[in-house]
């Protein structure tokens, strides 16, 4: 027998979280929150850069990096992408301009990565990218990959980045004219994903441009024109989005933005709430808070702390019960009985977990 192969979770997970805030121009903060979680390894990368130089003061560029098979491809790209991009793009801010030098900055990336992974034997790995480009008057999303931007305006979701999966009907049709199949909604059953940095393996289809390849390096960007409607603007892997879906998490940081002063604990708390809801997966997530954001309202935490003082007290009651009947109840059978009342008052869109 060979040996086993190891596994890709831990006995527990890694909780250490690693968080950074800062601000941009125009009013726009930010927060990065990134934790290990269950994962054997942290494959995630991400890049904040709140002013770009020179004459482009006033711009800003975010984006995470979700690995696979190995960290290195997503650090090298968290590191030289930005660069690739800014080569193309003139000071005058023309979308379509931009858009093409947005694309062309992910297939030079790509291009370059490509000599170094057959230099250091970098073969297997691959990241996928979400990134948001933000200039004075439009936000640009790029995305490749099944990491995904939600923007939020007016409380609600406004506009979402499509996921890059095989089993969608053009990327599936691509992945088989380049000679692949898409087995087990995977890529010759491997591949999860359809577009990705690196995954040379996936790459050597003969007259093909990169763009045909089974996994395609160019990324969809969109742009949209900035709205004082705007509130914020989310960046994050798939180890959130598999947890909770666009509407919720948009109603849950609407939500928290009331009762925090400090950005970083709500990205905080959304790692914690897609753990307790199962996550399985590193976890990432950028938030950037325009004007528009909600504010920070006395009232709202005057109500949180008497919901926490409520299930406080609760959570003491369903305890005495159990304990009346004999048991000694464990934490998990408290909360059971918690998540079967009905508690006015939760956070929208993180219900009791995110308690």
Known sequence: MGSAIPSPYLDRPVLDKLTEEGCARWGITYALGSMQGWRANMEDFHNCAPQLGGQLADWSFFAVFDGHAGSTVAQYCSQHLLGHILGGIEPEDNPEKVKEAIIEGFLQTDKHLHSVARREGWERGGTTVVATLISPYYIYFAN??????????????????????????????????????????????????????????????????????????????????????????????????????????????????????DLRDVCTQVID?????????????????????????????????????????????????????????????????????????LPPGGGIQSK
């Open 144 to 261: 490749c990959g099944d990491s995904r931007a939600i923007l939020c305006r007016s409380g609600q979701v406004c506009y979402s980045t499509e996921d890059h999966k095989p089993y969608s009907p053009l990327e599936k049709e691509r992945i088989e004219s380049a000679g692949g199949a898409v087995t087990l909604q995977r890529i010759n059953g491997s591949l999860a994903v359809s577009r990705a940095l690196g995954d040379f393996s996936y790459k050597g289809a003969e007259n093909r441009t990169p763009s045909q390849q089974m996994v395609s390096p160019e990324p969809e960007v969109c742009v949209l024109e900035r709205s004082l409607a705007d509130e914020f603007l989310v960046l994050a892997c798939d180890g959130v989005w598999d947890i909770i879906s666009n509407e919720d998490l948009c109603a849950f940081i609407h939500n928290r933005l009331r009762v925090c002063t």
């Open 273 to 345: 709430l897609c753990l307790y809801k199962g996550s399985l997966d590193n976890i990432s997530i950028i938030l950037l808070c325009f004007p528009g954001a909600p504010q920070f309202s006395a009232e709202a935490l005057h109500q949180e702390a008497e919901l926490d003082d409520m299930l406080e007290s609760r959570v003491a009651e369903i305890y005495d019960e159990l304990s009346a009947g004999g048991d000694e109840p464990d934490l998990l059978s408290v909360l059971t009985v918690l998540a079967s009342n009905v508690i006015p008052g």
